[in-house]
């Protein structure tokens, strides 16, 4: 009975070492099966963090893409806002300088004085004008010089700002992209040489060449900024035109006298003046000018109407040794402002250069003095090439890199010997590639539109007035940036380029 106890617990414990066996090449598999697990878990994960940075550092591409839109729209804004002044400063020159020269002696004063009976009625009112505009003239004349001259000033930094601005952000896009790539994975940069390389030749090109640098002074023929400029919801009603009566109670530039000692008994003579002007770029866009001018119109009963001049001023801004078409002739096109404009306000008349005599007058004296020859007209300004009618700009791609090497963070878990995880990768990096751009976009956030695209905040700011489309222009600062697809071509000429590098010896 005992010796069959024994024999049994012998049996048990010889068979209970048979499953060490097992157990230790379950082990060996499993442990095999984690080298494996950890290598794919490393380069998955890799993969998805290079992915990231990449469109990171793409997105931020686009941003400073989208950013020097937005700088030029602004600038762009700021300056025509600078060039309405500018036309407002011109504007309010010549108007003084041509009721201070109504006020004062002319060739009319002498006629007055031969043919009317009580010429004080006329001479009197004009020297009491006289006194109460000088102190108004005597400051405009020491401020109007200086502020066209800090217009002017103002308006060439905004658009040498612009131009800048534009090339620094080709030179920041590079050094932007690796930065944002390292902060997001410091083991990681953008390709060296990617932004210069043959590979992205194409889409730098369509980069650059998708905004230009526009001259318009001293071009004739149409000009975006300039009609913006010239809008007649731009320019207020005194720079456009300036017609008025200048014959008001009770004796200013009026009189209402007898001429018996020329025309007998029971004679009449009555002058009213009337007043015509305006302020309007030139057709080159090369400057403001303007001009004021009235009109006397005389009625003495024994002679008939006369008209004549009572006083003309002028001015402008830009270079005006040149201000004719066809010097020293005027013709017609000398009359002709940009936008449609013609005869510095006059209307009585649909035929350019068919204006008063003191128009004439004083356009043949040039339209004024510059107040500012240097940097008046318009200036230099970015805008998009073309007609755009897609939303987006060219796509900005960036390619980051990873060496292989810094994928495994702990050496211990590589193994060694023919347990060793290699990661077999093309030249030894890891490579990865996204795409950005900017986009333009003024939604229709009407009733019925807000339904289809979705609302936004504070809709009614964003919708244009008249509901129609917008397409891109560097006018509005609607720029913001997305990622977008990267190209088949890309891809391919990526893939390309690792296996040059793996290739090489």
């Not at 006289?130 to 060439?156: F, Q, S, Y």
């Not at 300004?381 to 700009?393: F, S």
Request: with cysteine; aromatic share 8%; proline share 5%.
């Amino acid at each position: 009975m005992n010796r069959s106890a024994r024999e049994g617990r012998a049996r048990v414990a010889s068979a209970s070492g048979q499953a060490l066996v097992p157990a230790l090449l379950f082990l060996l598999v499993g442990c095999i099966g984690l080298y494996v697990a950890f290598d794919s878990l490393q380069m998955t994960s890799a993969k998805i963090k290079l992915q990231n940075t990449a469109d990171a550092a793409a997105y931020s591409a686009a941003v400073l893409q989208a950013r020097d839109y937005n700088f030029s729209a602004y600038t762009n804004r700021a300056m025509i806002a600078n060039q309405v002044t500018a036309a407002q400063v011109v504007a309010l020159k010549s108007w003084i300088d041509e009721l201070d020269a109504t006020y004062s002696q002319s060739d009319l004063d002498m006629t007055v004085t031969t043919l009317a009976d009580h010429p004080e009625q006329w001479s009197t009112p004009k020297q009491t004008g006289k006194a109460d505009i000088a102190p108004v003239r005597a400051a405009l004349d020491a401020l109007l010089p200086t502020v066209a001259r800090d217009i002017g000033e103002l308006n060439r930094a905004l658009s040498v700002a612009q131009a800048n601005y534009h090339t620094a952000v080709f030179t920041a896009v590079p050094d932007t992209a690796d930065a944002i790539a390292q902060l997001n994975q410091p083991d990681t940069h953008v390709t060296a040489g990617y932004f210069i390389s043959d590979r992205n030749a194409a889409q730098l090109a369509a980069w650059s060449s998708y905004t230009a640098s526009v001259t318009p002074a001293g071009n004739l023929g149409q000009d975006d900024f300039a009609d913006v400029v010239t809008n007649p919801d731009t320019l207020d009603g005194f720079v456009k035109n300036r017609d008025s009566v200048r014959s008001v109670a009770p004796n200013f530039q009026q009189l209402n006298d007898s001429a018996n000692k020329i025309c007998g008994a029971n004679s009449t003579f009555t002058i009213n003046v009337t007043h015509d002007g305006g302020t309007q770029l030139r057709s080159d866009k090369a400057g403001w000018q303007s001009i004021d001018a009235s009109t006397a119109l005389l009625r003495i009963s024994c002679i008939g109407p006369i008209e004549s001049i009572a006083g003309h001023g002028g001015s402008a801004n830009g270079n005006i040794t040149s201000f004719m078409t066809h010097p020293p002739f005027v013709a017609a096109e000398d009359w002709e402002g940009y936008g449609g404009y013609f005869n510095f306000g006059y209307t009585g008349t649909s035929v350019p250069g068919r204006v008063p005599s003191s128009m004439a007058e004083q356009f043949s004296q040039t339209p004024g003095p510059s107040l500012d020859p240097v940097n008046g007209g318009l200036l230099p300004y970015q805008e998009v090439r073309g007609t755009q009618l897609a939303a987006q700009a060219p796509r900005i791609t960036i390619e980051v890199t990873r060496n292989t090497d810094t994928l495994v963070k702990t050496t211990g878990l590589q193994g060694g010997g023919i347990m060793k995880v290699d990661i077999d990768a093309a030249g030894g990096a890891m490579r990865a590639l996204s795409s950005a751009h900017a986009y333009f976009v003024r939604p229709d956030e009407t009733s019925s539109g807000a339904s289809l695209i979705g609302g936004l905040l504070n809709a009614g700011q964003w919708a244009r007035p008249d509901q129609k489309t917008e397409y891109p222009s560097l006018f509005s600062p609607y720029w913001q940036a997305a990622l977008a697809p990267v190209s088949a071509s890309e891809r391919a000429a990526a893939q390309q380029s690792q296996m040059s590098v793996a290739s090489r010896p």
